[in-house]
């Protein structure tokens, strides 16, 4: 089955301890990007990758780091979260360049005291 | 400053009825527009879309039209079913690359 996964599903974690949020796609899409997704402001941006070794800021990218070692994965990482990044994120990937229409995974709830 | 913009944070319709869901945005070089939707737990599923070069596309129960000289887009469900109660996100991009911006969505609620 076509899909990007994305772990853990919700994490709770306090001020400044480094967590990683993991995505993978099994659809060898090039194009992967992560959002975050904040009540009335919809989802922003904040890191995409055009494919491996490639990555850049999207609007909101301070704050987190991604890596893009593989096709396949694009971890999201946040070196010292603090609370105004509590959110909802979702990863999401899609075939070519020239597509828009993103495949989306199932969304991560992050929580920081 | 929010280039796409859904100014209706919630709607409710009778089952049957028409839902109309709309969409502004700013930025002049979108041209390709895109519907999502969204149910709880889950990540935001591709509805419909939309090219600049066109002002109106269907599929199925769902209709999207484009007004590119107000730049707004709206999104028909008929005839509106429970399983349509949903939040609706629209999307604007640039057909040549694959960033997206979100408008803050619609939550729609379709009553039986």
């Known amino acids: 089955e076509a899909q990007v996964t994305q772990n853990p599903r919700y994490l709770i974690t306090v001020t400044g301890k480094k967590l990683t949020v993991t995505c993978s796609q099994n659809?060898?899409?090039?194009?992967m990007s992560w959002y975050r997704q904040d009540p009335g402001l919809g989802l922003r941006q904040i890191y995409y990758?055009?494919?491996?070794?490639?990555?850049d800021k999207g609007d909101v990218p301070e704050g987190y780091k991604v890596s893009r070692k593989e096709k396949r994965n694009f971890p999201l990482i946040l070196e010292s979260p603090s609370p105004n990044q509590t959110s909802l994120y979702f990863c999401?990937?899609?075939?070519?360049?020239?597509?828009?229409?993103?495949?989306f995974g199932p969304g991560t709830r992050l929580t920081v005291l | 400053d929010q280039q796409v913009k859904q100014n209706s944070p919630s709607l409710s319709v009778q089952e049957g009825r028409i839902s109309i869901l709309n969409c502004d945005y700013t930025?002049?070089?979108?041209?390709?527009f895109l519907w999502y939707k969204k149910y709880p737990a889950e990540g935001p599923t591709f509805l419909i879309s939309i090219s600049s070069i066109k002002d109106k596309n269907e599929d199925g129960r769902f209709t999207v039209f484009l007004n590119k000289s107000a730049k707004h887009l709206s999104l028909h469900i008929v005839p509106s079913q429970p399983g349509d109660s949903a939040v609706y996100f629209c999307a604007a991009g640039q057909a040549a690359g694959n960033k997206l911006t979100f408008g803050g969505g619609t939550r729609v609620l379709v009553k039986p």
């Open positions: 990758s055009m494919n491996v070794e490639v990555t």
């Open positions: 659809m060898n899409h090039e194009y």
């Open positions: 930025n002049s070089m979108f041209d390709y």
């Open positions: 999401a990937s899609t075939h070519s360049r020239d597509s828009s229409e993103q495949f």
